[in-house]
């Protein structure tokens, strides 16, 4: 990656033989890795004995999870908050555990709309609930410095499974409990 990296600074028309670029190679390499660390591990992994049978059936919600992640398209970065809900079947999760699986999925290269959808299908597979609704607000980078260069947008996408997706007042629910709208 090393090379790659000295190849792209000459691209630009950077020297990286100057003396403030000389680390930026491997610098840019560790950054990268770090920002897909999500590849080396698996929701399995995270979620480990962390699902307790507590005979709870009523809505589980986390929201405002913060998420970094770069964009597969452009390679520059997107951050946001994901809001998970979901109904446990009477086995909960530890909270800690729905974070961490979206840090995974988020520190993979990635669009927002694919995020969004991996999250809530991995909570339904491990957890095996009544349903799960996972919703992401983003600031895409890659919208405000390039392209259209349009500053301020939020995207939102939604993925929902189960009963949030059969019955409108549970997923209403869901949304009156996250507040999208608040300030």
């Known amino acids: 990656m090393y090379g790659a990296v000295r190849t792209l600074l000459e ?8 003396e403030d670029l000389l680390a930026t190679p491997s610098r840019y390499a560790k950054a990268l890795l770090f920002l897909t660390k999500g590849y080396q591990d698996n929701v399995e992994n995270i979620v480990s004995n962390a699902l307790f049978h ?8 986390v929201k405002d999870i913060k998420c970094y992640s770069l964009c597969e398209h452009h390679l ?5 908050k994901i809001h998970i809900g979901y109904i446990p ?3 909960v999760i530890g909270l800690s555990k729905l974070s961490r699986i979206v840090e995974m999925f ?5 669009i927002q709309e694919r ?17 799960v609704a996972v919703i992401m607000e983003s ?10 260069e349009k500053t301020g947008a939020t995207t939102i996408t939604s993925f929902v499974l189960g009963c949030f997706k059969e019955t409108s007042a549970t997923y209403n ?8 709208n608040r300030k």
């Not at 520059?76 to 946001?80: E, M, N, Q, S």
């Open 106 to 110: 988020s520190r993979r290269l990635q």
């Open 173 to 180: 629910e869901f949304l009156s409990l996250i507040d999208l």
């Open 89 to 91: 079947s009477g086995t």
């Open 139 to 148: 600031c895409p980078l890659c919208m405000e410095i390039r392209g259209v």
């Open 76 to 80: 520059l970065p997107f951050t946001g």
């Open 11 to 18: 691209c630009v028309g950077e020297d990286p033989n100057r």
């Open 54 to 61: 507590e005979g709870h059936n009523e809505m589980v919600i």
């Open 115 to 131: 995020l969004t959808n991996e999250v809530a299908r991995a909570i339904m597979k491990v957890l095996n609930p009544e349903g």
